[in-house]
T-cell receptor
Framework: SQQGEEDPQALSIQEGENATMNCSYKTSINNLQWYRQNSGRGLVHLILIRSNEREKHSGRLRVTLDTSKKSSSLLITASRAADTASYFCATAATGANSKLTFGKGITLSVRP | EPEVTQTPSHQVTQMGQEVILRCVPISNHLYFYWYRQILGQKVEFLVSFYNNEISEKSEIFDDQFSVERPDGSNFTLKIRSTKLEDSAMYFC????????????FGPGTRLTVL
């Protein structure tokens, strides 16, 4: 698998349901970030979790990080139709100029 | 809220032509990046820039690519002789110098090489 690989690749849920997206990575990281991308648009930063953190919350978002399993999950609670987008995890290695390595993304469809 | 801006939003060019993609990072940021996303594929790192020099570049960033910060606000990506496979969405990102590692992305420039 590649660094920052998400699963599932596509997820379709009903409005109001929770959406859980997973990301796995291979190498050591400094932090992991989740981004959202609406079709053909830019990347919107959602949340960052550092390697020494296990869980973070931001509004309806909850992200977890398990460095022993090299995996992260993003939970969107009480989903809305407006949450329909592609979601990417991106990992950053240690280093001031560290680049982000993105996964292929998860396409989330929230049915009204 | 400050944001990264990019121009143009869409650039169409002929193969072999030079293109310059422009970005205005967030004003107090010091680390700058270019990424690209070929249609349907993942976002790929191209280059990072700090203190007026390239700090890291990927295999994609060959001699046809260059970056410049010509003044205190703009950050440009130049492709000297475009190829069909350069067609992609190009994203600029910036990060400040504090302990935050969040990279803020611009809306992207869609480059189409004919």
């Amino acid at each position: 698998s590649q660094q920052g690989e998400e699963d599932p690749q596509a997820l379709s849920i009903q409005e109001g349901e929770n959406a859980t997206m997973n990301c796995s990575y291979k190498t050591s990281i400094n932090n992991l970030q989740w981004y959202r991308q609406n079709s053909g648009r830019g990347l919107v930063h959602l949340i960052l979790i550092r390697s020494n953190e296990r869980e973070k919350h931001s509004g309806r978002l909850r992200v977890t990080l398990d460095t022993s399993k090299k995996s992260s999950s993003l939970l969107i609670t009480a989903s809305r139709a407006a949450d329909t987008a592609s979601y990417f995890c991106a990992t950053a290695a240690t280093g001031a100029n560290s680049k982000l390595t993105f996964g292929k993304g998860i396409t989330l469809s929230v049915r009204p | 809220e400050p944001e990264v801006t990019q121009t143009p939003s869409h650039q169409v060019t002929q193969m072999g032509q030079e293109v310059i993609l422009r970005c205005v990072p967030i004003s107090n940021h010091l680390y700058f990046y270019w990424y690209r996303q070929i249609l349907g594929q993942k976002v790929e790192f191209l280059v990072s820039f700090y203190n007026n020099e390239i700090s890291e570049k990927s295999e994609i960033f060959d001699d046809q690519f260059s970056v410049e910060r010509p003044d205190g606000s703009n950050f440009t990506l130049k492709i000297r002789s475009t190829k069909l496979e350069d067609s992609a969405m190009y994203f600029c990102a910036s990060r400040d110098s504090s302990s935050t590692d969040t990279q803020y992305f611009g809306p992207g420039t869609r480059l189409t090489v004919l």
